[in-house]
């Protein structure tokens, strides 16, 4: 593979050099004031686990910045890469808090979801086509939004709030999804309406993890 290789897939971007994606490379600091903010917060709750996820959050923007100035192979990769260990870091917490269950149940939920996740991206390819490569995560709103079924009587303002990020994560892919066809009305495209929503909804799942009560034995 040609990791050098660069790497023309947004709207906003019309040629060569740092620069060419301006709107997709600066919309990535709504990720680093998310990732401060609920570094305060878990800080504050004295949350480790969610400090660790406000952490990755920053990782998110400052690889996405990378791949929206440099649109390289090497940079899509450090784009992706937080993205997917950020879902498994989360899915494991969020298992084992949400459900008072022990780590190697969190862990085994996490490692469950990528055969499953990429079940749902081949079905939804083979359906509908790729979404602009939104079909990547469908799975993970439909994922979110088993969680909050499942935790609707034992944690309803959890639930409520898993909804919520359910709800603004459909909305971040339909921006990513449609970036290629809204170029002809709007040449910047729509992807950096995919980061900032994407950064509100990211800082909210945190909030939720971190806000979630302890279980009653443990209050």
């Known amino acids: 593979m040609d990791w050098t290789r660069a ?9 060569p050099g740092l620069w060419a994606e301006p709107l997709n490379a600066v919309s990535n600091l709504a990720f680093l004031v998310a990732a401060w903010a609920v570094w305060r917060l878990a800080a504050r709750e004295g949350d480790r686990a969610g400090q660790a996820l406000a952490i990755l959050l920053a990782a998110i923007g400052l690889g996405s910045l990378l791949f929206h100035t440099v649109a390289q192979i ?3 990769a450090a784009d992706v890469l937080p993205i997917q260990i950020f879902i498994l870091a989360y899915l494991a917490l969020a298992t084992m808090r949400f459900f008072a269950v022990p780590a190697w149940a969190g862990c085994l939920a996490a490692a469950a979801f990528v055969p499953a996740s990429l079940t749902v991206a081949a079905l939804v390819r ?13 799975a993970v709103p439909l994922l979110i939004a088993a969680y909050a079924f499942a935790l609707r009587r034992r944690a309803p303002a959890t639930a409520r709030g898993l909804l919520a990020g359910a709800g603004l994560l459909a909305l971040s892919l339909l921006f990513r999804t449609v ?30 993890l971190v806000r979630h009560p302890p279980p009653a034995h443990l209050a």
């Open 7 to 15: 790497v023309n897939a947004y709207c906003e971007r019309a040629g």
């Open 74 to 76: 090497w940079a899509m």
């Open 126 to 138: 083979a359906t509908v086509g790729p979404l602009n490569g939104s079909a990547d995560y469908v």
């Open 179 to 208: 970036d290629r066809a809204a170029c002809g009305a709007w040449p910047a495209g729509t992807h950096f309406l995919w980061h900032l929503v994407n950064a509100v909804m990211l800082w909210w799942m945190i909030r939720v």
